[in-house]
T-cell receptor, first 113, second 112 residues
Framework: AQSVTQLGSHVSVSEGALVLLRCNYSSSVPPYLFWYVQYPNQGLQLLLKYTSAATLVKGINGFEAEFKKSETSFHLTKPSAHMSDAAEYFCAVITNTGNQFYFGTGTSLTVIP | SQTIHQWPATLVQPVGSPLSLECTVEGTSNPNLYWYRQAAGRGLQLLFYSVGIGQISSEVPQNLSASRPQDRQFILSSKKLLLSDSGFYLC???????????FGSGTRLTVV
């Protein structure tokens, strides 16, 4: 079975500061991992994904994430936060034979000017 | 390219009224289709998923139902809405595994 834990339901950073959103997964088989972003009253948009190629994955809007098998983690980072990064972020896991995602509970990012 | 359409964007319905939300996908065949709900300030709850026409898996017992009458059409329904059915409903499709999900723009349902 697969599961995802996102530590910190709310994260606040100052504009220009490092963004770090944590995601730990559990999977009995090699996983595919995803980060999605959701702006208010909108659907979820794919930020980036890990599908067993490079462990450091670069996504849209300057975000990146590193797959660390030893730590079962897939944390999302951005070197410098922008006001437009304020949104809800979801981590998700699926296996290559699975039909459904397992989502984390989400992290709400606030960017302080 | 593949696109997903979900409508309506917002809906206000009285308690006890029926519901029908529609989702269609273009540019792909035999997609996996999903309905999720987000209650205010909460995460994503999988309601139904379908891997083919007429094949519906229900994840949560409730007064909602889903149907897939055509390959790229997924419908969420209710005969009688409850106040607790209020929320943000999201449709998604996937080609499986590494493809991930592509989400529709969502429907904000308010039951009054």
């Amino acid at each position: 079975a697969q599961s995802v834990t996102q530590l910190g339901s709310h994260v606040s950073v100052s504009e220009g500061a490092l963004v770090l959103l944590r995601c730990n997964y559990s999977s009995s088989v090699p996983p595919y991992l995803f980060w999605y972003v959701q702006y208010p009253n909108q659907g979820l948009q794919l930020l980036l994904k890990y599908t067993s190629a490079a462990t450091l994955v670069k996504g849209i809007n300057g975000f990146e994430a590193e797959f660390k098998k030893s730590e079962t983690s897939f944390h999302l980072t951005k070197p410098s936060a922008h006001m437009s990064d304020a949104a809800e972020y979801f981590c998700a896991v699926i296996t290559n034979t699975g039909n459904q995602f397992y989502f984390g509970t989400g992290t709400s990012l606030t960017v302080i000017p | 390219s593949q696109t997903i359409h979900q409508w309506p964007a917002t809906l206000v319905q009285p308690v006890g009224s029926p519901l029908s939300l529609e989702c269609t996908v273009e540019g792909t065949s035999n997609p996996n289709l999903y309905w999720y709900r987000q209650a205010a300030g909460r995460g994503l709850q999988l309601l139904f998923y379908s891997v083919g026409i007429g094949q519906i898996s229900s994840e949560v017992p409730q007064n909602l139902s889903a149907s897939r009458p055509q390959d790229r059409q997924f419908i969420l329904s209710s005969k009688k809405l409850l106040l607790s059915d209020s929320g943000f409903y999201l449709c998604a499709w996937s080609g499986g595994g590494a493809y991930g999900y592509t989400f529709g723009s969502g429907t904000r349902l308010t039951v009054v």
